[in-house]
């Protein structure tokens, strides 16, 4: 089973879109959970940090449901510069985990 | 500026052919990774350091070394390359271990894309 799943897509939705995207990790002991963002070919930049608390940066809100081992990213208002794909990563005993990626394309 | 730099950014070599990657970062980070990047596959951790001379397996490590002689510096080594490595590459540095997990995120490299013949 692999360590961290995600929907790879496509999601394409209109500009002024809300999309969601879920990601699961399968081993309770993961201690850190992000969302990074790659563009095509590019690095990956951090999107956000993920707490039990629930978090928000302007159009982002992220989510951490650690009994259900769950991840998710809520994106309001899309815009045109938001289409990249974005990476649930969790950390476990020194190493991170990567999901496939989502990818998020959003269509004028 | 803080960054990771990563050289060459691309490269073509052919089987068998030993070739280095370099990495390093300018944000005194003890830990440092590499990754590689395939199709439906994800980024997936071939070898970490968590500090100078100090190395660790990943998911990945088939075929590669590292070194870690000097926290700033951590080259990815591929004494025998073979076509299964072609894929793309990225260094990694993070204040993992070293305060608070919010702290932990990863600075990425641009990116390395090695073609393997």
């Known amino acids: 089973r692999k360590e961290v799943e995600q929907d790879p897509g496509p999601f394409n939705v209109p500009e002024g879109a809300t999309v969601a995207f879920n990601c699961t990790y399968s081993n309770s002991a993961s201690q850190s959970f992000f969302w990074y963002r790659q563009d095509c070919r590019k690095e990956p930049k951090l999107l956000m940090s993920?707490?039990?608390s629930g978090n928000e940066d302007g159009r982002f809100t992220a989510q951490l449901n650690r009994a259900s081992q769950y991840i998710s990213l809520l994106i309001r208002d899309s815009k045109l510069s938001d289409s990249a794909t974005y990476l649930c990563?969790?950390?476990?005993?020194?190493?991170?985990?990567f999901g496939t990626g989502t990818s998020l394309t959003v269509i004028p | 500026e803080a960054q990771v730099t990563q050289n060459p950014r691309y490269l073509i070599t052919v089987t068998g052919k030993k070739l280095t990657v370099t990495c390093s970062q300018n944000?005194?980070?003890?830990?440092m990774s590499w990754y590689r990047q395939d199709p439906g596959l994800g980024l997936r951790q071939i070898y970490y350091s968590m500090n100078v001379e100090v190395t660790d397996k990943g998911d990945v490590p088939e075929g590669y070394k590292v070194s870690r002689k000097e926290k700033r510096n951590f080259p990815l080594i591929l004494e025998s390359p073979s076509p299964n490595q072609t894929s793309l590459y990225f260094c990694?540095?993070?204040?993992?271990?070293?305060?608070?997990?919010?702290?932990?995120?990863?600075?990425f490299g641009s990116g390395t894309q090695l073609s393997v013949l």
């Open positions: 990563v969790v950390t476990r005993f020194n190493q991170f985990y």
């Open positions: 990694a540095s993070s204040l993992l271990g070293q305060g608070a997990p919010a702290n932990e995120k990863l600075f």
């Open positions: 993920v707490y039990s």
């Open positions: 944000m005194n980070h003890e830990y």
